[in-house]
């Protein structure tokens, strides 16, 4: 291999980390190609089916073979099936200025902060986050700001009050969230819109690219500008077909807020990468006219995490409460911290993961990738035999333990 001095690379590169869920997944990776069948539960993709009408209408536009650039927003048609879709689901407006598609959810908020961050902004990020928003903030030269959370992973209002200052440019929500599948209520987003109208230079993006996989059957998913529309002109709402239309490798995602705000971001976007692939543009228009769970793809959700959470929990040493929304299970485990096992003895929730990876052949995300110490995520989108199985192994891990 050639050498490559990294006094080349930019202090903004170097600053960068590697994702660190993807690291837990190439662990896991080397494991397999050893001839060790890992479990893999710490990946996040889906386990439903896409919706199968995508590839007729892929198929035809494949046989016409014309496919040229598009805006780079996207095509008016994809424009227009988002605007239904929010026009539809929650009887909310958007004009084709104030939409965009984008790659993948990732593309529209990492645009969104370098659209409006300059160096030491202050971003509101409620703990447990999904890694990725801090990594982007700290890109485009932000400080990502931790905010503590309530017993159910929801924003501590009285901790969020304390970190509003001058400097704060963003908070971040997501609902349902990942990794704690927190669902936010109509009354606490309200609660939330009603400190940010005395703040007119926050900006708020609700990333809520779980919205349509919430298997709590008290809760409902809220868009934070249908609880609270005074707040709109402020607001960029980010959604995407990864996980609820189970279409992750399309990398389809969509970003809906002020025309200003959307124009900066497409500006962006046209030096990035311009438009999305085609392709998947004209997959979406088509996904987004349908719903994309069904009753027995929620049954199976349901059932699997409840057979996940529940084997845990006969356990002594983990502890989950129902999950309300999303495909991840964030699951207590420092009732292991101190404990000797075949691994040594356990002193943080990484070593729980390494553990479990190590003798269980099972593979979780420790908490502390999230920012919340003593906890580990584990996914439930995966079919239950494997759940089934996984259990097992861990109960007879812990069966090893001195
Ligand atoms: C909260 C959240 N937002 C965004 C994404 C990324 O979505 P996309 O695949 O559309 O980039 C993920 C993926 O794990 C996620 O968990």
Not at 116 to 130: A, H, L, N, R, S
Not at 317 to 343: E, Q, W
Request: overall charge positive; aromatic content about 10%; hydrophobic content about 40%.
């Amino acid at each position: 291999m050639q050498y490559f001095d990294s006094k080349y690379l930019s202090k903004r590169a170097i600053r960068l980390r590697p994702s660190p869920t993807i690291f837990q997944t190439k662990q896991s990776t080397e494991l397999q190609k050893k001839g060790v069948d890992v479990i893999n539960l710490a990946s996040g993709e889906p386990l439903h089916a896409p919706p199968l009408s995508i590839i007729p209408v892929i198929k035809e536009r494949l046989d016409k073979g014309m496919l040229r650039y598009t805006a780079t927003p996207g095509t008016d048609e994809l424009r227009r099936s988002i605007i239904h879709l929010y026009k539809k689901r929650w009887g909310l407006e958007f004009s084709t200025q104030e939409v965009m598609a984008c790659t993948g959810a990732k593309q529209a908020i990492s645009q969104a902060f370098l659209a409006t961050i300059d160096p030491e902004d202050e971003v509101i990020i409620p703990v447990p986050y999904w890694p990725s928003f801090s990594d982007m903030v700290e890109f485009a030269d932000g400080k990502a700001i931790y905010c503590n959370s309530t017993d159910y992973f929801t924003l501590d209002i009285e901790h969020f009050k304390k970190l509003l200052t001058s400097k704060t440019k963003w908070l971040l929500l997501n609902t349902p969230g990942n990794p704690a599948g927190n669902v936010y209520s109509l009354k606490e987003l309200k609660k939330i819109g009603k400190i940010l109208l005395d703040w007119p230079n926050v900006l708020i993006l609700s990333d809520e690219v779980y919205g349509d996989m919430v298997w709590d059957s008290n809760k409902s998913h809220v868009p934070f500008i249908r609880a609270v529309p005074e707040l709109k002109s402020r607001t960029l709402t980010i959604n995407s077909l990864s996980k609820s239309y189970s279409m992750p490798g399309w990398r389809l995602g969509f970003a809906a807020g002020p025309a200003e705000l959307i124009s900066t971001m497409t500006k962006i976007q046209d030096q990035l990468t311009a438009n999305p692939n085609l392709l998947s543009q004209i997959a979406a228009s088509e996904a987004l006219a349908i719903e994309p769970l069904t009753l027995s793809d929620k049954n199976i959700y349901i059932k699997n995490m409840e057979f996940l959470i529940n084997g845990l929990n006969e356990t002594i040493f983990f502890k989950c409460s129902p999950v309300s929304g999303g495909i991840f299970a964030f699951i207590k485990c420092d009732a292991l911290i101190g404990v000797n096992t075949v691994f040594g003895v356990i002193k943080n929730d990484q070593d729980v993961s390494s553990w479990l990876l190590q003798h269980a052949y099972v593979n979780s995300v420790p908490g502390s990738v999230f920012g919340l110490n003593g906890y580990i995520r584990m996914s439930f989108a995966h079919p239950l035999n494997k759940i089934e199985e996984a259990v097992c192994r861990i109960k007879e891990a812990i069966k090893q333990i001195r």
